[in-house]
């Protein structure tokens, strides 16, 4: 079956350092989307990405899908406290529902 | 968010019991999703529906059984709980009308099977 797998499992900066997680996946997908979950919390959508080259920025996020839509990134720049939490990216393949990667946590130390 | 609501929000329960968990919804969304998320494998799908008595298996189904008799209400059952099925689990829906749009989650049931 389909398998997304995302690195780094878990990731420490500084504050004010940039963060990157990255996604791949073992079919060619339809789209992908990235949720955030903080500690305790549940997943939260952020964004979702469609065609092949695509680039999407939320303020001091980007995310970039690949052009053989295999592969995706987030870029977190200067991060804040705020930002801790758990990324996750999904998959969507074929069949009805998502498959997501194992989720890259991000740690920051003040 | 969404209009989702989990129940219960923590359950502590005996191997080899049976166990419900309710998924509520307010906004008459057709998919409906259970996943379970543990320590080192992300979240997993269990199963999701596509409509009121329209149901499929996910990844991780085993053990796992669900229901939709109405639009708003998906349930999950175990029906003789393990100690491998101690997990968060999460309901959520499609808000687009299609399935896999973006996602939108419960708050979370914790179980633990002793």
């Known amino acids: 079956g389909q398998q997304v797998m995302q690195i780094p499992q878990y990731q420490h900066v500084q504050e004010g350092e940039d963060f990157t997680t990255y996604c791949n996946s073992s079919?060619?997908?339809?789209?992908i989307q990235w949720y955030k979950q903080r500690p305790g919390g549940h997943p939260v959508f952020l964004i979702q990405l469609v065609k092949s080259g695509e680039v999407k920025k939320q303020k001091r996020l980007t995310f970039q899908f690949g052009e053989a839509k295999k592969n995706s990134s987030l870029h977190i720049t200067a991060t804040q406290t705020t930002d801790v939490g758990t990324y996750f990216c999904a998959g969507v393949g074929g069949a009805d529902g998502l498959t997501f990667g194992k989720g890259t946590h991000l740690i920051i130390q003040p | 968010d969404a209009g989702i609501t989990q129940s219960p929000r923590h359950k502590v329960t005996e191997t080899g019991t049976p166990v419900t968990l309710r998924c509520h919804q307010t906004e008459n969304h057709r998919y409906m999703y259970w996943y379970r998320q543990d320590p080192g494998h992300g979240l997993r799908l269990i199963h999701y529906s596509y409509g009121v008595k329209d149901t499929d298996k996910g990844e991780v189904s085993d053990g796992y059984s669900v229901s939709r008799s109405k639009t708003e209400d998906f349930l999950l059952t175990l029906e003789s709980a393990t100690s491998s099925q101690t997990s968060v689990y999460f309901c959520?829906?499609?808000?687009?009308?299609?399935?896999?749009?973006?996602?939108?989650f419960g708050q979370g049931t914790r179980l633990t099977v002793v």
């Open positions: 079919t060619t997908l339809s789209n």
């Open positions: 959520a829906i499609s808000r687009g009308g299609r399935a896999n749009t973006e996602a939108f």
